[in-house]
């Protein structure tokens, strides 16, 4: 099993930033990525960043490219998803996701990842 603790959200105005984190622990030596989505009210969970855990490859939603960026700390099993540029439409509950499965591309497949954190709210006030 991979436990995963999210934190950093909170409450910013619209073109502010916040930088999420999230820990990993347990078998970390079966991670292969990790990911971020995000559910916003009445809205269906969606794809928003992820990184190959080996090589550092990214890969973001259209949405958000230019404006988040993720990185890891491979001694610290943690990785962080920085958001500037934040807009109100960006206000939802984000998830850190852990993908054990390995696959050649960093994927946005909801399905592929099988470990997930509890969630972390971000509000972007207009």
């Known amino acids: 099993q991979v436990q995963l603790v999210e934190s950093g959200g909170g409450l910013v105005q619209a073109g502010g930033s916040l930088r999420l984190s999230c820990a990993a622990s347990?078998?970390?030596?079966?991670?292969?990525?990790m990911g971020w989505f995000r559910q916003a009210p009445g809205k269906e969970r969606e794809f928003v960043g992820a990184?190959?855990?080996?090589?550092?490859?990214?890969a973001y939603a259209d949405s958000v490219k230019g404006r988040f960026t993720m990185s890891r700390d491979s001694a610290k099993i943690t990785v962080y998803l920085q958001m500037n540029s934040l807009k109100p439409e960006d206000t939802a509950v984000y998830y850190c996701?852990?993908?054990?499965?390995?696959?050649?591309?960093?994927?946005?497949?909801?399905?592929?990842?099988?470990?997930w954190g509890q969630g972390t709210q971000v509000t972007v006030s207009s």
């Open positions: 347990g078998r970390t030596f079966s991670i292969y990525a």
């Open positions: 990184i190959n855990w080996s090589g550092g490859d990214t």
């Open positions: 996701a852990a993908r054990n499965v390995y696959r050649d591309y960093v994927g946005p497949l909801e399905y592929e990842y099988g470990f």
